[in-house]
């Protein structure tokens, strides 16, 4: 070795180049300090596994057992409300639903009251062809009533006893469209159907054998047939139904007339009855 070796001296930490440095010194200046950030990084990497695991789970359960319901019923209503019903629908029916009932046959239609048809078990006929029928115990009163003018020289000539509707139907609808009536000029001489006194069995109408073109007419009034049952029919339990001047507002009749001598009689026309002025 040389003077010049052993003269020089080591180079200060100052004087050293970074070529000088070891790679590993170069990189981690603190050793310990790249050590531990690596174990921060893994551990945050270690939590976010866990929270996406849990989460994962979360919706799993979420699916499988409703744990954990996304909405209150007040939210779900909201959000689907119920369907609208279509019109057709909403209306109920007698049918369908049992409160709610038909409507109800006016009480009076056109001045005109409903009558119910009579049984045709218990209608007799009154004419010789059997024709024109009434009830039982009105056609035995109109038979002795007709033999009792008939000792007196008058003569009934019975026009029109029972009616079912479909005979009221033609003579109301059929005869106004005919006659070019409108509805309330025909209801104030012939009833709409279902609201004839014919329906019952316990009306007729009466015309004079000897006086025919008096038939059917207000005239009718002034035959020896219409006197007789003015002055005598109260007696075989006859009425008149529509005299001058009625409560119904019916047109006057004096050819009409009905039968009101028993109890159902009576109560068939107690309305009209209660009608008059």
């Known amino acids: 070795m040389d003077n010049a070796s052993l003269s020089r001296k080591p180079p200060q930490a100052s004087e050293l180049v970074a070529d000088e440095i070891p790679e590993a010194v170069r990189d981690h200046p603190y050793p310990e300090a790249g050590q531990s950030q690596s174990k921060k990084k893994g551990l945050i990497w270690k939590l976010l596994g866990l929270a996406a695991l849990a989460c994962g789970v979360s919706i799993w359960l979420h699916l499988n057992f409703n744990l954990f319901p996304a909405t209150s019923q007040a939210e779900q209503t909201q959000q689907n409300p119920a369907p609208t019903s279509s019109p057709s629908a909403s209306v109920a029916s007698p049918a369908t639903n049992p409160k709610v009932t038909a409507p109800a046959t006016p009480d009076n239609l056109l001045g005109h009251l409903p009558y119910p048809e009579a049984p045709a078990k218990d209608l007799v006929g009154v004419t010789p062809d059997g024709s024109i029928k009434l009830r039982s115990s009105a056609a035995a009163k109109y038979q002795e009533m007709a033999n009792a003018a008939a000792a007196s020289g008058i003569y009934f000539a019975p026009i029109s006893g029972f009616r079912s509707l479909e005979d009221q139907q033609h003579v109301?609808?059929?005869?106004?469209?005919?006659?070019?009536?409108?509805?309330?000029?025909?209801?104030?001489?012939?009833?709409?159907?279902?609201?004839?006194?014919?329906?019952?069995?316990?009306?007729?109408?009466?015309?004079?054998?000897?006086?025919?073109?008096?038939?059917?007419?207000?005239?009718?009034?002034?035959?020896?047939?219409?006197?007789?049952?003015?002055a005598n029919a109260v007696a075989f339990s006859f009425e008149m139904s529509f005299p001058k001047n009625n409560g119904q507002g019916v047109s006057y009749e004096p050819w009409h007339w009905r039968f009101v001598g028993d109890k159902q009689s009576l109560e068939t026309f107690y309305k009209a009855h209660s009608m008059k002025k």
């Open 172 to 230: 109301f609808f059929d005869v106004k469209a005919e006659r070019r009536q409108n509805a309330s000029k025909r209801a104030e001489v012939s009833a709409p159907p279902g609201y004839s006194e014919h329906h019952t069995g316990y009306a007729i109408d009466i015309g004079d054998g000897s006086a025919p073109e008096h038939n059917l007419s207000p005239s009718f009034e002034n035959t020896e047939a219409f006197k007789w049952l003015e």
